[in-house]
């Protein structure tokens, strides 16, 4: 059973950048569409990104759309979450997740109701 770790969340002032990183542990992370979601104060959990289980594929939301870059390192079993340009209303805990039932190797799902598997969260906060 997968099991997911997040890092590299803090405090940064707009415009700024962060990288997140997330840990797969006890599974075979190459069989997994992995995904980023947000969840702002108040408000439900959301979409950031996602990316197949090869890396070819790629999705976003369209607020984070040409800002933040979603890759995947499937020998290192790490799949992280470049943020550049970073806006106050980008801040949330983000969560990785994993669908350890995707069925293909070229898509990976927006729908968090896919995803079965979830780290505990890293805060991240964006100052004006």
């Known amino acids: 059973q997968v099991q997911l770790v997040e890092s590299g969340g803090g405090w940064v002032q707009a415009g700024g950048s962060l990288r997140l990183s997330c840990a797969a542990s006890?599974?075979?992370?190459?069989?997994?569409?992995m995904g980023w979601f947000r969840q702002a104060p108040g408000k439900e959990r959301e979409f950031v990104a996602a990316?197949?289980?090869?890396?070819?594929?790629?999705y976003y939301s369209e607020s984070v759309k040409g800002r933040f870059t979603i890759s995947r390192d499937n020998t290192k079993n790490t799949v992280n979450l470049q943020m550049n340009s970073l806006k106050p209303e980008d801040t949330a805990v983000y969560y990785c997740?994993?669908?350890?039932?995707?069925?293909?190797?070229?898509?990976?799902?927006?729908?968090?109701?896919?995803?079965?598997?979830w780290g505990q969260g890293t805060q991240v906060t964006v100052s004006s």
């Open positions: 997740a994993a669908d350890s039932t995707s069925y293909s190797a070229t898509y990976a799902s927006t729908s968090e109701l896919r995803y079965d598997r």
């Open positions: 006890g599974g075979t992370f190459s069989r997994y569409a």
């Open positions: 990316i197949s289980r090869t890396g070819g594929a790629t």
